[in-house]
T-cell receptor, first 116, second 112 residues
Framework: AQKITQTQPGMFVQEKEAVTLDCTYD???????LFWYKQPSSGEMIFLIY??????QNATEGRYSLNFQKARKSANLVISASQLGDSAMYFC?????????????FGTGTQLKVEL | DAMVIQNPRYQVTQFGKPVTLSCSQT?????MYWYQQKSSQAPKLLFH???????NEADTPDNFQSRRPNTSFCFLDIRSPGLGDAAMYLC???????????FGAGTRLSVL
């Protein structure tokens, strides 16, 4: 079974500052993948970044980077230079396999609020 | 242009009255998923279709059914909605071996 833990229900950050959102995971799979999604109040899930378990370098996508520490089973999201539009719910998720498709197991999310 | 479209965005139904939620996609992806997200909770996979093959999650209640008449469309049927079924329902698609899932904007269901 896979499990994702996000221990920060809410976070505040000032505009232009960097923020780290925590994610730890548990799995018995040797090969796995970790995602971060952003969910604004409008509801859609927006893909941000992906890290494969065998990727040697931490993933980066623009202002988003993933601090992947395999031994500690953590995959924290770092958002640099926060913007007001970054205010949203952020979910960490792990990819599993089911019936030929990819099953995502989500954490409980972190509500990020960017302040002036 | 929207690639995964969910209609309606908001749906109100009565306790026990069957309701159908719709999802369509222009991506020609062969996998379509339905997730349930209750208030302040993580999305939870209900089931998915790989082409025409239906794959139900073990803990999905029998009250939830799905249909996929063609590649582009997938429906979520709730046969007898209860108050506990009020949630956001998210549709997603993917095209293995690509690992990405593309989500629609969701349908927020209220049960009165």
């Amino acid at each position: 079974a896979q499990k994702i833990t996000q221990t920060q229900p809410g976070m505040f950050v000032q505009e232009k500052e960097a923020v780290t959102l925590d994610c730890t995971y548990d799995t018995s799979d040797q090969s796995y993948g970790l995602f971060w999604y952003k969910q604004p109040s409008s509801g859609e899930m927006i893909f941000l970044i992906y890290q494969g378990s065998y990727d040697e370098q931490n993933a980066t996508e623009g202002r988003y980077s993933l601090n992947f520490q395999k031994a500690r089973k953590s995959a924290n999201l770092v958002i640099s230079a926060s913007q007001l539009g970054d205010s949203a719910m952020y979910f960490c998720a792990m990819r599993g396999y089911t019936g030929g498709g990819n099953k995502l197991t989500f954490g409980t999310g972190t509500q990020l609020k960017v302040e002036l | 242009d929207a690639m995964v479209i969910q209609n309606p965005r908001y749906q109100v139904t009565q306790f026990g009255k069957p309701v159908t939620l719709s999802c369509s996609q222009t991506l020609n992806h062969n996998v379509m998923y339905w997730y349930q997200q209750k208030s302040s909770q993580a999305p939870k996979l209900l089931f998915h279709y790989y082409d025409k093959d239906f794959n139900n999650e073990a803990d999905t209640p029998d009250n939830f059914q799905s249909r996929r008449p063609n590649t582009s469309f997938c429906f979520l049927d709730i046969r007898s909605p209860g108050l506990g079924d009020a949630a956001m329902y998210l549709c997603a698609t993917s095209a293995p071996p690509d690992i990405s899932q593309y989500f629609g904007a969701g349908t927020r269901l209220s049960v009165l």
